[in-house]
């Protein structure tokens, strides 16, 4: 069980698997794999009929595959949780983890275009066997469309330039690498706020390209009827955006957050919220794993 900690660091590990209240012969779903730290830790506490199915469809991930009787790796994007668990004879689950964080890995390789400190193609696909590349989008899409996934998705203010400019540009050369989305940006971002601004373009870019939001969706409804009453649903997010859209569905069991309360005024949801505190890193991680410092950890318990 030599996971790779070089592919992503796991973030809040300890308060994670602690709050997953794991039993000795449940069953687990981390839909977000990557390089294992978490389903590892989850392992530990496993016995008898214990199983852990880990999700991830990026090809990367299943180098850091390790065995066990009690783990099954399963190589797909989690927005298909509910048909694998019927393909495996699974009817429920007692918790299941999703870190939906970026792994180093990927924003460390300059062959996927994750990152703008690094000239490559610009693909962002999770999945590498299918669907569109960033540069599909940059160069195909209309200026409306690039307006809106770039302020719905960067929250840009700026969108609309970005967009009209990307238009204009790609009309004399066709957009391939970070440095060609680069040339064409970098004038509409201030040198103070260029990093963090060229950041949202790009997480705006990966999640259009991974259709994110509509899969993390997908997943959240999925996993809320597979758990068990009393099992717990544990979820790590990193922008505001996820985080927003994870708060609405375990406070409300809507994305909205439109609250719905009964005669007595209590809020129908399908959860009870364990944390009311959003739960952080401390400084000691921080330091130890700069990448954790954004994550927020939210867990519920599923109702009867």
Excluded at 37 to 44: D, M, N, P, T, V
Excluded at 87 to 108: K, R
Excluded at 113 to 123: A, C, I, M, N, P
Aim: hydrophobic letters at 35%; one cysteine or more.
């Amino acid at each position: 069980m030599d996971g790779n900690l070089n592919y992503h660091v796991p973030a809040l590990l300890k308060e994670t698997v602690e709050g997953l209240n794991i039993l000795p012969g449940g069953i687990y779903v981390d839909v977000t794999f990557g390089g294992g730290g978490h389903s590892r830790e989850i392992l530990k506490y496993l016995k008898g009929k214990g199983r852990l199915f880990g999700f991830d469809q990026d090809d990367d991930a299943e180098k850091n595959i390790f065995q066990s009787e009690h783990f099954t790796f399963v190589r797909s994007n989690f927005r298909y949780l509910s048909n694998f668990m019927d393909w495996y004879g699974i009817g429920t689950i007692d918790g299941l983890l999703a870190d939906l964080g970026v792994s180093f890995h990927h924003f460390d390789d300059e062959t996927r275009g994750f990152s703008f400190r690094f000239d490559g193609e610009l693909d962002m696909r999770m999945n590498k066997r299918s669907g569109e590349k960033a540069s599909d989008i940059l160069n195909e899409y209309s200026e409306e469309s690039l307006a809106d996934i770039f302020y719905c998705y960067g929250e840009l203010k700026n969108a609309r330039a970005l967009s009209r400019s990307i238009v204009k540009a790609r009309g004399e050369k066709i957009i391939v690498t970070t440095q060609d989305l680069l040339d064409i940006v970098k004038p509409f971002f201030g040198r103070e706020k260029e990093k963090k601004q060229l950041a949202r373009l790009f997480q705006a870019l990966r999640i259009q390209v991974n259709s994110e939001m509509d899969a993390l969706k997908e997943m959240l409804l999925q996993a809320s009827g597979l758990i068990k009453p009393g099992g717990r649903l544990v979820v790590i997010t990193y922008h505001s955006l996820e985080d927003r859209l994870v708060k609405n569905f375990f406070k409300t069991g809507n994305f909205e957050g439109n609250v719905e309360k009964d005669f007595y005024g209590n809020i129908h949801s399908p959860f009870k919220i364990i944390n009311n505190k959003v739960i952080v890193p401390g400084q000691e991680e921080i330091e130890r794993n700069p990448r954790s410092r954004s994550a927020k950890l939210r867990i519920v318990e599923k109702t009867g």
